[in-house]
């Protein structure tokens, strides 16, 4: 059976001067957001996907969880750090007789977190999982909350 290989003229290359330099700065970014480096084939970008928008009393952050049950993800909040974190398995790995044809799904253990620009209200930290997708509703603190100040006429 013949291998096929990715040409990558660049891989393990050294490109000298700046460009070197550049490919070091980009390897430690990706290494920093859990990847590998631009010369290696394992890089697999960020896991899980997310969208992180604000609402007016409230920091709404959805996580892309396919294939992972709600059992296997834990979200934990120190002031105004949320962290995700979790495990995605595989069923067949311990099957006997299961010949692996193909894996592009990666498994393992993830962990993201997130630094909130305000301080959440912990007692009413919302987090729902539904169709491979986790929600987190994370509300402000009283004190991080935008009020209205009424104008007394004198």
Partial sequence: MAQ???YRPWAGASWGGPADQLRQEVDAVLHRF????TSSSSWRGVFPAVNLYEV???YVLMAELPGIDHK???VSL???TVTIEGERKIDYAN???VSLHRRERQVGSFRRAFE???LIDADKVEAVHQNGVLMLRLPKSPEDQPRQIS???S
């Fill in 116 to 118: 909130l620009p305000a």
């Fill in 151 to 153: 104008v007394q006429a």
């Fill in 95 to 97: 099957q006997e007789g």
């Fill in 4 to 6: 096929f290989s990715l």
């Fill in 72 to 74: 296997d993800i834990h």
């Fill in 34 to 37: 859990g990847g590998g480096t």
């Fill in 56 to 58: 007016a009393d409230a």
């Fill in 78 to 80: 120190e002031r105004s």
